[in-house]
């Protein structure tokens, strides 16, 4: 027996408990919902009070003893409307762990089963975008795909969460969402799920890149990236991704030791992009390396809180022209295989802003060094450096807090909040003033 269905149970002793029990059975026929493609139909009998779902339209049939007759569809109110994306319909499609479509031209959410095609999320995002664009809603669970993903402008891949909703690319060359459309890509949302590479001992491909031609209006709330062996964030080189806002991104088990770093922007321009934490947990079991975390050659970037641990070396390494603003860095780092030459490089002209850098375990000759860049041939510049906080007996700096590794533009001085004697100068070139220390009101170097 069941709460809502009074199925039959057969007394005890009784001799004829097969009548009851195949009563039951008839009962099943049209007490559970059928669920396959509308093409298939008609395989099923449409006893007179069954109920059949089309996955693929949404349409919702009963049975009246001979043939199906369609009640509505699963998103629509009648007139042919699509619902908000909350409603019930979806959802249930959600959990029952299909991948939905729903664009502006489509009458109704579309479903696409994982278990049919190599390819559900693309497939997807291919139906949304000729459609009039939307959006590309991820089942609990986890959906695989091929690789890579590459988005339309003005489409979204959103997931319940970063623990409930999973991508794994299954291809290990395969970038897994890739922006590399010949016109652009424009005004893409990614949120809530988890991104996961191939893993194992062997390279991947790249979590999200920029490639071919510019990304512009890109949001992305919160994204978990795991299994990667390689950078998780890279722009190529001559590509500029512009006005991008990231929440919150996090990384577990991805080794991008032999590459620039888990962010990478390789490209001389592309402004005003922003990220609020990136937490970032890397491992060495492949490459045997530490992981620059976040590498700029160019560009613009502001990250309000940089995070790591695990095999984190260099946080942030700044070369050429890019322009840098970071709010807290906070070293924690555990499995180091060495010990890298500052937490924070600062090389060249670019400008940079560091608030402050907080240190709890790890070894580092220094927190910061404003170094000569030899990718444009020019010393350092323009550098604010934010005051240095030690917490704990396992932060460890074997040389002292600055080092000023080359001579800069005198005419474009960098600051560090901070005592003179936190400074060592390892140049030869003299004393040129490119570098005051602010803890005696601007003492110069």
């Known amino acids: 027996m069941t709460d809502n269905h009074q199925y039959e149970t057969p007394a005890a002793g009784t001799l004829d408990w097969d009548e009851p029990l195949n009563r039951n059975f008839e009962r099943i026929d049209t007490d559970v919902e059928i669920r396959d493609v509308d093409a298939n139909r008609s395989n099923y009998v449409a006893k007179a009070g069954a109920k059949f779902l089309a996955t693929d339209t949404g349409d919702v049939y009963i049975g009246d003893g001979g043939s199906w007759s369609q009640l509505g569809t699963i998103g629509a109110d009648g007139t042919g409307d699509t619902t908000t994306v909350e409603g019930a319909g979806v959802e249930s499609l959600l959990l029952d762990g299909f991948v939905v479509a729903i664009g502006r031209s489509l009458a109704a959410p579309q479903t696409i089963d994982p278990a049919g095609t190599d390819t559900p999320i693309q497939d997807a995002l291919d139906l949304v975008a000729a459609n009039g664009g939307g959006e590309v809603r991820l089942p609990a669970g986890v959906v695989e795909e091929t690789g890579p993903i590459r988005p339309y402008e003005e489409t979204q891949i959103l997931g319940l969460g970063v623990e409930i909703s999973k991508v794994a690319i299954t291809d290990r060359t395969a970038d897994g969402i890739l922006f590399d459309r010949d016109a652009g890509v424009d005004r893409v949302k990614l949120d809530g799920f988890a991104l996961n590479g191939p893993a194992g001992t062997q390279p991947t491909g790249v979590a999200i890149r920029h490639a071919n031609r510019d990304t512009q209006d890109l949001q992305v709330g919160r994204l978990l990236f795991w299994g990667w062996n390689n950078a998780v964030y890279r722009v190529d080189e001559g590509v500029g991704p512009f006005q991008c806002r990231h929440d919150q991104l996090t990384i577990y088990e991805c080794d991008a030791g032999d590459q620039d770093g888990l962010f990478e922007f390789r490209s001389w321009y592309g402004p005003a992009n922003w990220f609020g934490t990136i937490a970032a947990y890397p491992s060495a079991t492949v490459s045997g390396q530490n992981t620059t975390v976040f590498f700029s050659r160019g560009g613009t970037q502001t990250v309000d809180y940089l995070t790591m641990g695990g095999s984190a070396g260099v946080a942030v390494h700044q070369t050429w022209d890019s322009m840098l603003e970071f709010g807290n860095v906070h070293w924690e780092p555990t499995t180091n295989p060495t010990s890298p030459p500052a937490i924070v490089r600062l090389l060249g002209h670019g400008t940079a802003v560091v608030d402050t850098v907080k240190h709890v375990t790890g070894t580092a000759g220094y927190v910061y060094e404003l170094g000569y860049d030899s990718y444009n041939g020019r ?36 600051l560090y909040h901070g005592a003179p004697e936190d400074v060592s100068v390892t140049h030869s070139d003299g004393n040129t003033g490119c570098l005051r220390a602010l803890g005696t009101a601007g003492t110069g170097f």
């Open 379 to 414: 010393g350092p510049a323009r550098k604010v450096l934010g005051p240095y906080i030690e917490l704990g007996a396992a932060a460890d700096v074997t040389s002292n807090v600055v080092n000023l590794s080359a001579a800069g533009d005198p005419s474009a001085p960098s």
